[in-house]
């Protein structure tokens, strides 16, 4: 079979059953069952997807999946992060947009002690949302902020999807998580900046609150208490893994421990908030488990067909520059984005466009820090952006998917921005885990 | 029949707390080995081991369970924006196609562990044991998740299920 019609039976057969709304893990098994059958032997081949199937998932790279999710549901089921977002809302005082402003910030900071961007959205979007409607802010300006930043939790670590691109792109993960946090810290910083600004030139986006301020230790009192205690849940992931204590994949572990006990300190976590946490994990990383179970043979049987050698002969014979082949492939990913979840994403793109990235020399932290940007923006854009949905969910009734979705469109311009700063100048990413693996 | 539903859905809920409970072993074990290791340089050899195998249990335990709940990640962009007869029978293909996908696997799994405990081939790396362990829960799983898909299809006969029903996604 030539590697044109292996090419059409695999990604053909994967799409259309995608399209039809099969489960995707279900989906990949089927084109794997076609696949096995008929390039890795029949019967034997489907003895070893069986064996695949074991292999893929019992895979010790992939525990900080459930482990940073926990992080994330257990602050936002204990009601602990709302408390910290109340804290920071109290520190920021007298700043056009100031409750965009206390989104961002908030967001920030719970960007780093969660693994989830929904668990983010949802969090910065039932707090924040009503009050900021409430006192007379745009929609779109209330909204675009939270999604926004919701989706910059991708790229400050810890994050659930960037251990699963290094895992499923053999690219170190300790270094992807640590080369995200400068481009998800600048991304927020331009957030700012452009709240500030559109808010100061029409103040009827944003009108100032009636807001109290409160002034000495009482403006700070809450931050002490209830953010700076959840710092050291950053720390210990963070410094753990950098002063050779645990492994990336341990500091999760630690990290999640330490989301405990700092929820035990304040008083907050039971036992029936600890399993509904646990329960949400589960689904969530259930869920990833069992696409990535379809997911290492796809990318086998792809291999033994000759489809991946084959575009990527193909591929290299359009003698290409590398810059060139970089922006198709970041044009596939924003296309992708619109229209499949992130996980799926990876499981198409990534067999073909890490031989070609290996091939070419590309820098892996450099190639995954941009493959992670574009995922972000698949979550921000329309029609099946998860955090425009995630928003709606949280969102009034009368406020509608098209100014959900409005919202989001100068944030993603602006992480554009930050997509084409990180394209043109690698060491902006690259720099700080090589300064943090000396 | 609904009585038989509800008797799976039980089942699948206790797999979903066994999910739950790998969760905090899996914790529990890793932050151990870590502490004792940076302590008393005596950690637990099998820790990371038995993360693993954990993480393949949630996976098989929650398979079920998810698709019980239509928490399983699908792409519904297509069935959402077709006509309600089109998605349905769309719907109808999805479902008969994962029953076909699990069932084979349900027969391939039985047969990959017969044959691991016939030949007495060993798992071994920090622990010891016979392979056949690992492979036995995957056809159970397949065989719970294959009867799902049966399930859904009939409630989508029945009318009980609507389809083109938004679904969980993931990030």
């Not at chain 1, 986006?205 to 002034?215: C, G, K, R, Y």
């Not at chain 1, 953010?227 to 002063?243: H, K, R, Y």
């Not at chain 1, 994990?281 to 489809?307: P, R």
Request: include cysteine; hydrophobic fraction near 60%.
């Amino acid at each position: 079979m030539s590697y044109g019609a292996a090419l059409l039976l695999l990604l053909g057969g994967a799409s259309a059953m995608l399209a039809l709304s099969a489960p995707v893990g279900a989906a990949f098994l089927a084109i794997n069952i076609i696949g096995a059958l008929q390039f890795l032997g029949g019967d034997a081949g489907l003895s070893q997807l069986v064996r695949n199937m074991v292999a893929s998932v019992a895979n010790f790279t992939l525990t900080p999946i459930p482990l940073f999710l926990a992080m994330g549901e257990i602050l936002f089921h204990t009601g602990v992060a709302f408390r910290a977002i109340e804290a920071v809302e109290r520190l920021i005082q007298k700043v056009p947009g100031r409750l965009s402003v206390v989104a961002i910030v908030a967001g920030t900071v719970f960007s780093a002690i969660s693994g989830s961007t929904i668990a983010t959205t949802a969090l910065l979007g039932t707090l924040l949302l009503p009050e900021m409607l409430k006192r007379g802010y745009e929609p779109k300006m209330a909204m675009g902020p939270i999604i926004a930043i919701g989706g910059v939790d991708m790229l400050i670590p810890p994050s659930a999807l960037t251990v699963l691109l290094g895992s499923l792109a053999s690219i170190s993960v300790s270094d992807l998580l640590i080369a995200g946090t400068a481009p998800g810290l600048v991304m927020s910083v331009i957030f700012v900046a452009y709240i500030l600004i559109r808010a100061a030139l029409n103040p009827k986006l944003a009108p100032s609150d009636e807001f109290v301020p409160v002034h000495g230790w009482e403006r700070f009192r809450p931050f002490i208490i209830y953010v700076v205690p959840l710092v050291t849940i950053f720390i210990v992931v963070i410094g753990s893994m950098t002063a050779g204590w645990a492994t990336p994949t341990e500091s999760a572990a630690l990290g999640t421990a330490a989301t405990m006990l700092v929820c035990l300190a304040y008083r907050s976590l039971t036992w029936a908030q600890l399993i509904k946490s646990l329960r949400g994990t589960v689904a969530i990383s259930g869920a990833i488990f069992f696409i990535i179970i379809g997911a290492t043979t796809f990318a086998q049987i792809l291999t033994f067909s000759g489809a991946t050698s084959g575009v990527l002969e193909w591929v290299i014979g359009l003698n290409l520059s590398a810059s060139a082949l970089i922006i198709g492939m970041m044009v596939i990913l924003l296309i992708l984005g619109c229209f499949i979840d992130q996980v799926s994403m990876m499981l198409i793109t990534l067999p073909f466009f890490m031989p070609m990235v290996h091939k070419l020399g590309i820098d892996e932290i450099w190639f995954g820090v941009l493959f992670l940007i574009c995922m972000q923006f698949g979550l921000l854009t329309p029609p099946f952006g998860l955090l425009l949905f995630t928003m709606k969910g949280v969102a009034p009734p009368h406020i509608t998917f098209n100014q959900v979705a409005a919202s989001a469109m100068p944030y993603l311009g602006l992480g554009t921005l930050v997509l084409i700063l990180v394209y043109l100048w690698p060491p902006f990413v690259t720099w700080l885990p090589a300064a943090m693996g000396k | 029949m609904k009585a038989i539903q509800r008797a799976f859905q039980r089942l699948y809920d206790v797999f979903a707390l066994i999910g739950v409970a790998v969760v905090g072993l899996m914790l529990a074990v890793i932050c151990a080995d870590v502490v004792l290791r940076n302590l008393t340089n005596i950690g637990i050899e099998q820790s990371s081991e038995i993360a693993e195998y954990c993480l393949y249990v949630i996976a098989l335990m929650t398979a079920p369970w998810l698709l019980s709940q239509s928490q399983h990640i699908r792409i519904d962009a297509l069935v959402a924006a077709v006509p309600y007869p089109v998605a349905w029978v769309m719907e109808f293909i999805a479902d008969l196609i994962g029953l076909g996908v699990c069932s084979t696997l349900v027969w391939y799994g039985a047969k990959v562990t017969l044959a691991s405990q016939a030949g007495h081939s060993l798992v071994i790396k920090s622990m010891i044991f016979p392979e056949w362990w690992l492979f036995a829960p995957l056809p159970l799983a397949m065989f719970l998740t294959a009867v799902e898909f049966l399930f859904r299809a009939i409630r989508l006969i029945t009318g009980e299920r609507r389809a083109g029903a938004t679904t969980a996604n993931i990030a």
